[in-house]
């Protein structure tokens, strides 16, 4: 069963409106959660990650929101580049220095 | 700074055959991870060594994976004898010892393997 779900396996956004991508998980232990990105060929690059206590993270362009109560969290990148199109996976994690547990991604895709 | 490097990048053997996946952590990474992905599907957990021990073995499918960290350094995973359902992209991916503020894991370029 899986514990962390994308449901949306590709998005297409337009260059320079804002990508908005959902991940919803079940394990309540799950205490930190991160995005990362991945070009063909590539391993997964971190991008970004927010703590269980706190529901906004912010770095530039991108910006992880958490809502603990409903076991989603969204990244929002904004302005959305043509660079940005690759598959985005969600990943989570119980505390540190233990295995990410991962969803199956979303693929991006920004169309200039 | 190097990054986790993993080698080959591709291989394609028989059903029945031998393969050997090595990966080169970050130096001075203590946690070095092995993961897999299927294609179309998640990445999936297989193994993590501390060091030279292994921490946590649950991912690994069966007991024709073996992985070996001599000396805390570099680490090598075997697959003997190869079925059809290995295929997949191997991903190792390392990460210090425990920081604060550290949660995140450094990933390799993968290996991927086709057997047919």
């Known amino acids: 069963d899986q514990q962390v779900k994308q449901n949306s396996p590709s998005l297409s956004v337009q260059e320079g409106r804002i990508s908005i991508l959902n991940c919803d998980y079940t394990n309540s232990m799950f205490d930190y959660f991160l995005w990362y990105k991945k070009y063909p060929a590539e391993g997964p690059t971190f991008l970004i990650s927010i703590s269980s206590i706190k529901d906004k993270n912010e770095d530039g362009r991108f910006t992880v929101f958490l809502n603990k109560s409903a076991k989603h969290l969204s990244l929002h990148i904004v302005p959305s580049q043509p660079g940005d199109s690759a598959v985005y996976f969600c990943?989570?994690?119980?505390?540190?220095?233990?295995?990410?547990?991962f969803g199956k991604g979303t693929r991006l895709s920004v169309i200039a | 700074e190097a990054g986790v490097t993993q080698f080959p990048s591709h291989s394609v053997i028989e059903k029945g055959q031998t393969v050997t996946l090595r990966c080169d952590p970050i130096s001075g990474h203590d946690n070095l991870y092995w993961y897999r992905r299927v294609m179309g599907k998640e990445i999936k957990f297989l193994l993590h060594f501390v060091k030279e021990s292994k921490q946590d073995e649950s991912g690994m499918p069966n007991n024709r994976f073996l992985a070996e960290r001599t000396g805390g350094t570099y680490s090598t995973l075997k697959v003997q004898p190869a079925e059809l359902e290995d295929s997949g992209v191997y991903f190792c991916?390392?990460?210090?010892?425990?920081?604060?503020?550290?949660?995140?894991?450094?990933f390799g370029p993968g290996t991927r393997l086709t057997v047919t």
């Open positions: 991916a390392s990460s210090p010892r425990q920081g604060v503020l550290s949660v995140e894991q450094y």
């Open positions: 990943a989570a994690s119980d505390t540190g220095n233990t295995p990410l547990v």
